[in-house]
């Protein structure tokens, strides 16, 4: 059974930082790609950043030149920093893996991010 496990919410000003990290934990397996989602209160989860085991970078509009994704294929372990926060990036993040071999996709248990006016 393989585990995703997140650190590093909480609450900040707008304009502050923050460094979610998640890694993998349990039956170790190799990811094709793994990612940050969000999801605000009566809103759909939503893409925020992926990079595959190659190095292919996503990010969603919003959030391009303020959050910056990086992952250690070794490590199984995926990061996400966050810069020039806003009020509207406050959500539950959620890191995802999928699975190199089956393709079976994984999800942590989500860290919340407040960012404050």
């Known amino acids: 059974q393989v585990r995703l496990v997140e650190s590093g919410g909480g609450l900040v000003q707008a304009g502050g930082s923050l460094r979610l990290s998640c890694a993998a934990a349990?039956?170790?397996?190799?990811?094709?790609?793994m990612g940050w989602y969000r999801q605000a209160p009566g809103n759909q989860r939503d893409m925020v950043a992926t990079?595959?085991?190659?190095?292919?970078?996503n990010y969603a509009d919003s959030v391009k030149g303020r959050f910056t994704v990086s992952g250690d294929n070794a490590k199984n372990t995926v990061y996400l920093q966050m810069n020039n926060l806003k009020t509207e990036d406050t959500a539950v993040y959620y890191c995802?893996?999928?699975?190199?071999?089956?393709?079976?996709?994984?999800w942590g248990q989500g860290t919340q991010v407040t960012v404050s006016s």
């Open positions: 990079i595959t085991n190659i190095g292919n970078i």
């Open positions: 349990g039956s170790i397996t190799s990811f094709t790609s």
């Open positions: 995802s893996a999928i699975s190199f071999f089956t393709r079976d996709s994984y």
